[in-house]
């Protein structure tokens, strides 16, 4: 078993360095639940309610944008040119080091 | 005034079954909800979902789920007050409740079950500096009477079935509608989508996009927006409403206020023991409650309106011992005097 290593800022800035599974099947919202960070879920992670929404600060690659996702990201608030759905986003070893912040609260 | 036995605030899943559970020990559960329909999130957001983790079914859509609950309960005759918000709860002097709605309607009953999960669905408002400043004076994001548009030039934002059947509606009563979407591409039915490219075609509906509206123009009320067409300028546009559907999102509103001990966006209630809040007489069940080891599933909201129940039990019957039925044994009999068992084996010579 392999966890990776994520550091999410919150909505008052401050950052939590958190350990992440590989092997649990997790994406990035439900890490943040697990760690009780202010995510919502309210959809349970089917891109349908932007609660997950965050921005992506540093350069990793991520798994392509659905159409679900994309649609979705059209109706949030805040949205940035990198603005992604936690839920969309599968912890793998490849996301080792990856930085990103909470979107407001909508 | 309604009166009933146990009050439950919101008819999502765990409020439902916990009318089933009461109904076993013969006590009559009411339901208020701020949706039109109960079911919650699972008719709310997410019906054609299928969820995996309901004990005994494999998969079972989100929707279904609910239609099973509504049958499952449906002999214990449940009361339902819909589209109406629970805003205040005062304890009277015999230690019962009585609880208002947003609209007056008012319930009176010796136990309280907020099952409220998330909160109540309200309208999800875009960011926009002023906005509150015009609400009902030019800006709505409910349409109650569509009336009001008549002649009228209207602007709606969005990119979801609302947004688009809004519009063709509105296409028919208002002098002008214009569709705002941050993308080329709408997300909704067919024939919606159809309806709304012909509507284009002829003039009646006008279309911006990919665009977003930037802010709100006026003195005492909506004179106008701003459009901001993506790598344009912004533009000006005259216009008497501004309807933004963007969905619901659930707000924990009026019960924050009402002295519960809160952690958390969520209720804390004193242990698993029986789910009851810090106030005694009011319970906390399913998403919308916290404590040690919680989690926010479904079948686990279901333990927690079982456990409920026979805590409600012995509020209202003090001194009566535990009630445990089992469905298997004794069957169920519902208020409205059906009866469903197990048949009997029957003893009978063949020889």
Redesign the interface.
Same mark, same amino acid.
């Given at each position: 078993m392999s966890d990776v290593t994520i550091k999410i800022t919150d909505r008052e800035g401050e950052v939590h360095k958190v350990q992440a599974p590989t092997d649990m099947a997790m994406n990035l919202m439900e890490v943040c639940k697990a760690y009780e960070l202010p995510v919502e879920g309210t959809c349970g992670g089917m891109a349908m309610c932007a609660s997950c929404q965050c921005y992506v600060l540093s350069d990793h690659e991520l798994p392509e944008m659905s159409i679900d996702e994309d649609m979705m990201l059209a109706e949030a608030f805040y949205v940035k040119d990198n603005s992604r759905l936690g839920c969309q986003i599968p912890i793998t070893e490849e996301l080792e080091g990856l930085e990103v912040e909470l979107a407001p609260e909508s | 005034m309604i009166k009933t036995d146990i009050l439950i605030i919101g008819a999502g899943p765990t409020g439902l079954f916990a009318v089933f559970e009461a109904g076993l020990l013969k006590l009559k559960c009411h339901l208020i909800d701020a949706l039109a329909q109960p079911g919650g999130?699972c008719t709310e957001?997410?019906p054609k979902?299928p969820i995996y983790d309901i004990p005994a079914f494999p998969e079972v859509l989100a929707g279904d789920l609910v239609t099973n609950l509504m049958e499952q309960i449906k002999p214990f005759e449940p009361g339902f007050t819909l589209g109406e918000r629970a805003e205040t709860i005062e304890k009277q002097d015999d230690g019962s409740f009585i609880v208002t709605t947003n609209r007056g309607t008012q319930h009176h009953a010796p136990i309280v079950a907020i099952a409220g999960g998330?909160g109540s669905f309200e309208p999800?408002k @875009? @960011?926009l500096e002023n906005i509150a400043k015009f609400e009902d004076k030019g800006v709505e994001y409910i349409i109650k009477n569509p009336e009001i548009y008549r002649e009228k030039r209207i602007v709606i934002a969005? /990119? /979801?079935d609302s947004a688009l059947d809004w519009a063709i509606y509105l296409a028919n009563v208002a002098g002008e509608v214009v569709l705002v979407? +941050? +993308?080329n591409?709408f +997300?909704g039915a067919l024939d919606s989508v159809e309806k709304v490219a012909e509507l284009k075609a002829q003039g009646r509906i006008q279309l911006i996009t990919p665009a977003e509206v930037t802010a709100l123009n006026g003195t005492d009320k909506l004179e106008g927006i701003t459009i901001q067409k993506k790598d344009e300028d912004p533009i000006n546009h005259p216009c008497d409403h501004f309807i933004p559907l963007? /969905?619901l999102? @659930?707000k924990l509103g009026p019960i924050a206020n009402w002295g519960l001990e809160i952690e958390?966006?969520a209720i804390v209630v004193n242990n698993s023991l029986d789910y009851q809040t810090n106030i005694p007489g009011i319970y906390a069940i399913g998403d919308v409650n916290t404590y040690p080891g919680k989690l926010k599933l479904i079948l686990c909201g279901f333990h927690e309106a079982t456990l409920m129940c026979q805590s409600a039990y012995q509020r209202i019957n003090p001194g009566k011992k535990n009630v445990l039925k089992y469905t298997t044994v004794s069957g169920i009999s519902g208020f409205d005097g059906s009866k469903k068992e197990a048949p009997k084996a029957v003893v009978k010579s063949i020889n």
């Open positions: - | 999130q957001i997410y979902k998330l999800r @875009p @960011p969005g /990119g /979801g979407h +941050r +993308r591409e +997300r963007f /969905g999102a @659930p958390k966006n």
